[in-house]
Each structure stands twice: as C-alpha cells, then as structure tokens.
C-alpha cells in the first residue's frame, strides 16, 4: 500500500513563498509520473505541475516561472516550491503519484495567500 502525506501549506502574504513537501511510503515501483493538483473551493480540481520518470515537466499556464517540481529520490520525497504567490493561488494543493495505472493522492494541504 501506499501513502502520500502533504505539508509545507500555511497562510502566506501575496509576494510570498512556500515550499510543500510530499513524502511516499509503502512499496513503491513503477513510477509513471509524480504531481501537484489543487482545488479551490467551488472550483474542480486542475493540474499544478507534473513530472514523468522520462524527465519531462509541465506546468500550468498559470504557474509557470513562479512554480517549481522537484524530487529526491532518496527520501521518496516530492517537492513544490511556490514563489510570488498570489490570492488566486490559494486552494488546497494535493500529490499525486501514478505507479503503473495506479494514481494515489495525499490528503491535502491548505493554501492561503492573503492580498
């Protein structure tokens, strides 16, 4: 089995940084892709930024040059670095990892940016 367990989310000025961790324990194998999604209240849940094992990232329009992925693999750790966030950043932002045809999301971690 495997678990995702967000943090690093909190209430942060607009300007400001965060950086969320997601750490994966379990048995795990196959990485087909690591990412961050994120839900707004009212609002469905859409892509932050997405890493394949083949190197490739994407990144939503609306993040680009602010977000960044990373890993360690080490730690089986996932990373996102937040930066000149904005109001309409806040939401609650989620891991995902697909393992073959598997996907497994974390819990969640809340998001505030303050105007």
């Known amino acids: 089995q495997v678990q995702l367990a967000e943090s690093g989310g909190g209430l942060v000025q607009a300007g400001g940084s965060l950086r969320l961790s997601c750490a994966a324990s379990g048995t795990i194998f196959r990485i087909n892709s690591i990412g961050w999604y994120r839900q707004a209240p009212g609002k469905q849940r859409e892509l932050v930024a997405t890493s394949s094992t083949g190197g490739t990232t994407n990144y939503a329009d609306s993040v680009k040059g602010r977000f960044t992925i990373s890993g360690d693999n080490a730690k089986n750790t996932v990373y996102l670095q937040m930066t000149s966030l904005k109001p309409e950043d806040t939401a609650t932002y989620y891991c995902?990892?697909?393992?073959?045809?598997?996907?497994?999301w974390g819990q969640g971690t809340q998001v505030t940016v303050s105007s």
């Open positions: 995902k990892l697909r393992l073959g045809l598997n996907d497994y």
